[in-house]
């Protein structure tokens, strides 16, 4: 709850900024952006605890009113500068005087222990800053203005050498007896050398100050602070032994001219540190060669550390000098390449914005890794995509577009993706533009505007949050881009080309339309209208049909690998080609046994018809794969054809006896006619076909059937003169007329296995015709055929059976082939 009031009222300090802006005359209500990365800001409310809150207090550059308790404090803020300067101050004298202190002093007078009791507390308020000062992100170099994370990084940084050295050591000394160990932990307040490491390292980045001149004050300062700091050592070692010993070291052995350093201790402090200082030098600059001579064995032992740290600062002073000359140094590039843009932005006269935003990119590669791909450059590429995959994978992965999309996918994408930086106020997509590029926000803060519909004013849009894409839709779609996208501070952004991502979904499809559906969550009306209307939506349709008729060959080649490899590529198997034949419709014409088996456990439709209404049973059937028609079978398949009649006089008059007896045995009705409803067996009885019409009679073909001529299969065998054929039609007469006879009703043993389509409900129901039944076979009772279509189509309760036109069926024997038929309860008939 706490942190939806926050958002809402940061969204609505940024709408009133807006709003102010456009009243000021501001033509972009974000241009203050661009003076808050590098121009410093004041105290940024941070009431919350979360980044998210303290980016829109960050982009308002401190102009709300800030009524929490806790501040964060921008690196670049004015104040902060100037308390930074001071710290510096303190640290050059604490860096010089603590060796001085700890060689020379063993307790320190009156006026230099205020002046150091005064350093310490500049010090200790320091820490103090430090808990609310926000910092750069090592990886994404984006600013944290958490509070938890800032006094986390200082505790496990520098907080406990940074408060060891504000401890009074020097009264501690006194208080605990003036024991020697406890002076050691001065040494501590060395750490503050790295304030003024860091100031030397922001001036030689400085282009307005003269490089060669920074790097020389630099090294003499690196010079001067090892002597210095040799020189303190130096006299601390002739310290250590008492007063009786003196002569015993280097200093109190030391006789320049007529002047004699016997009783050292009683010597101005000026000159014993001008001795041991010129000693520290002559030593450092001719390696070894001075006057200092060791005495004790102490003395021996630090003389060759020193000579030995002596040869690699003088190979240090050395380098750098060199690399002054030859300017190959990091900074030196950093600082030409800055110098010859400088040039060229002033020639072209681009404008101080445009000036500042380059300068802001060239610093911001120099100080970040922003551009330590092209130290990957020299990789093989496969490495290289290996890398972007472990990086770039889980971050694509989060992104709301691409839920649920397979693993090749977001690998493809990852790959190929391109990681940017946009500073404070950069535009990254103008509104009404067509873009070729999808960018996901990583790192930062973005803040999109639109032009509302009725006028030209701005209106405010909800923020981006992290791992959101956006230009998706002018990039999928061809779309104007509806918002204009711009950084409200450094943002770290992953960029998708528009080619990477259409080739992805090419190969890739079926995530083309888990995209389109994540793509339409949350649109307005207009805008899914525009998606589904759009180019993706054809793309992917073409695509569909084009795997489909891969697969149609790869299953009339019987080539298995490759109908593998496509159903895992994301074809669907189910799919039918343009004429709405099925991979299973062809693998059952050419008998794969091995094909249809894979396919039928992809869960394919066993009866699906092709435009001429016929089932893959039929193609198998047909071609004469009996083990793939049971198969099938086995499967739940049955012959379905567009007009029985018509093919089975076809497959008579083409004396094609198997096929017929496979039709004839999966259940086609032999009494079918042809649009001259002519019977089978009137065609066999015709062209004089024996084999044939024993086969229709055997299978229940009736010869009293009568055609449009008002002729029966017996009248066509006389005039063929097939005697066999008319006499065994004849005999057939005799078998059938005597079965009618014999019963008042016939035998329902004798009738041939019909089949009917039963639907739940009334005819009333299904007159949209999109509704979907059950074929079954015709049982010999109603009761049976109730209680059967009733289990199948989860209709309990129904007791009756109706016709089409709403009759009620009270008997089995009343139903015909292929009819329609409705599952109905009595009381709703009734």
């Not at 222990?113 to 310490?120: E, P, S, T, V």
């Not at 007529?258 to 009783?263: I, L």
């Amino acid at each position: 709850m706490q942190k939806s009031r926050s958002k809402a009222r940061e969204e609505d300090e940024s709408v009133e900024y807006i709003k102010e802006s456009k009243q000021s005359g501001r033509k972009n209500p974000f241009s203050f952006l661009r003076n808050s990365c590098f121009s410093g800001q004041d105290f940024i409310d941070n009431s919350n605890s979360n980044a998210s809150s303290t980016d829109v207090s960050l982009a308002s550059g401190g102009r709300g009113n800030h009524t929490s308790p806790g501040y964060i404090i921008h690196p670049e803020n004015w104040l902060y500068v100037a308390w930074k300067q001071f710290i510096l101050i303190w640290a050059v004298y604490s860096s010089f005087f603590t060796p001085l202190e700890f060689a020379f002093f063993r307790g320190l007078p009156e006026n230099l222990f205020l002046l150091d009791g005064a350093g310490q507390i500049a010090f200790f308020l320091d820490i103090f800053v430090c808990f609310f000062l926000a910092y750069r992100d090592p990886h994404s170099y984006c600013m944290v203005y958490n509070h938890n994370l800032i006094a986390i990084r200082y505790l496990k940084s520098r907080f406990l050498i940074d408060l060891l050295g504000c401890f009074p050591w020097d009264a501690i000394f006194k208080g605990c007896g003036r024991k020697e160990i406890v002076r050691y932990m001065l040494w501590i307040r060395l750490s503050r050398a790295l304030r003024v490491t860091d100031f030397f390292g922001n001036m030689e980045k400085n282009i307005r100050i003269n490089y060669m001149f920074t790097r020389i004050v630099k090294l003499f300062v690196v010079e001067l602070y090892c002597t210095h700091t040799a020189a303190c050592i130096f006299y601390y070692l002739a310290t250590t032994l008492p007063p009786s010993e003196e002569g015993y070291t280097w200093i109190g052995s030391l006789k320049l001219g007529d002047y004699s350093y016997t009783h050292f201790r009683e010597i101005d402090l000026w000159t014993r540190y001008v001795t041991a200082l010129y000693f520290a030098v002559v030593t450092m600059a001719t390696v070894g060669y001075g006057d200092i001579h060791a005495v004790n064995t102490r003395e021996m032992i630090f003389v060759m550390l020193y000579v030995s740290l002596d040869m690699i600062l003088g190979a240090y002073l050395l380098g750098n000098m060199t690399a002054l000359i030859v300017k190959g140094s990091k900074t030196v590039r950093f600082r030409d390449k800055m110098g010859e843009l400088i040039k060229y932005m002033n020639r072209n006269k681009l404008g101080k914005s445009l000036n500042k935003a380059i300068r802001g990119h060239v610093l911001l590669q120099f100080q970040s890794s922003y551009a330590e791909v092209a130290a990957l450059q020299d990789l093989p590429l496969a490495i290289r995509a290996k890398i972007s995959e472990k990086i770039y994978e889980p971050q694509v992965r989060q992104v709301p577009l691409f839920k649920g999309c397979s693993y090749g996918f977001i690998k493809k994408i990852a790959i190929r993706i391109h990681e940017e930086f946009f500073l404070p106020g950069e535009v990254i997509i103008e509104e009404g533009n067509i873009g070729d590029q999808l960018y996901i926000l990583c790192d930062g803060k973005l803040c999109a505007v639109r032009n509302s519909e009725d006028s030209y004013t701005e209106e405010y849009v909800p923020s981006i949050h992290s791992y959101c894409a956006f230009g998706e839709i002018s990039v999928l779609c061809n779309i104007p881009e509806p918002h204009t996208i711009q950084a409200v501070e450094l943002s770290k952004l992953l960029r998708i080309e528009k080619k990477v991502l259409l080739d992805a979904i090419d190969m890739h499809f079926s995530d083309g339309h888990t995209i389109t559906n994540n793509l339409l969550e949350g649109k307005e009306s207009n805008i899914q209208k525009k998606i589904l209307e759009s180019d993706i939506k054809l793309q992917i349709g073409k695509h569909e049909s084009e795997l489909a008729t891969r697969l149609n060959w790869a299953a009339n080649d019987g080539d298995l690998r490759r109908l593998i490899q496509l159903v895992e590529a994301g074809a669907d198997p189910c799919k039918t080609d343009y004429d709405g034949r099925s991979p299973l419709h062809l693998a059952s014409s050419k008998g794969y046994k091995d094909i249809i088996h894979f396919l039928i456990q992809k869960g394919v439709e066993v009866n699906v018809r092709d435009h001429l209404g016929k089932t893959p049973l039929y193609e198998a059937i047909k071609n004469g794969h009996d083990q793939v028609a049971s198969l099938l079978v086995k499967a739940g398949a049955f012959v379905s054809v567009g007009n029985a009649g018509n093919c089975l006089c076809e497959v008579v008059a083409s004396k094609h006896t198997d096929f017929l007896r496979g039709l004839l045995e999966n259940g086609v009705n032999p009494n079918s006619r042809n649009y001259d409803l002519r019977t089978p067996l009137h065609l066999a009885a015709s062209e004089g076909l024996y084999s044939e019409s024993l086969l229709l009679l055997e299978s229940g073909a009736s010869v009293f059937a009568i055609d449009r001529w008002g002729k029966t299969p017996i009248d066509e065998a006389r005039v063929s003169g097939s005697r066999i054929v008319l006499k065994l039609l004849e005999d057939a007469m005799v078998s059938q007329t005597l079965e009618t006879s014999s019963f008042c009703e016939p035998s329902q043993d004798k009738i041939p296995r019909r089949k009917c389509t039963v639907f739940a409900g009334t005819p009333s129901d299904h007159r949209d015709g999109r509704s979907f039944g059950v074929v079954l076979w015709v049982p010999k009772t109603i009761q049976e055929l109730v209680e059967t279509a009733a289990t199948q189509l989860g209709f309990m309760g129904a007791t009756c059976i109706l016709s089409e036109n709403e009759g009620k069926i009270t008997d089995a024997g009343m139903i015909s082939d292929d009819q329609k038929l409705f599952l109905a309860r009595e009381a709703k008939f009734t």
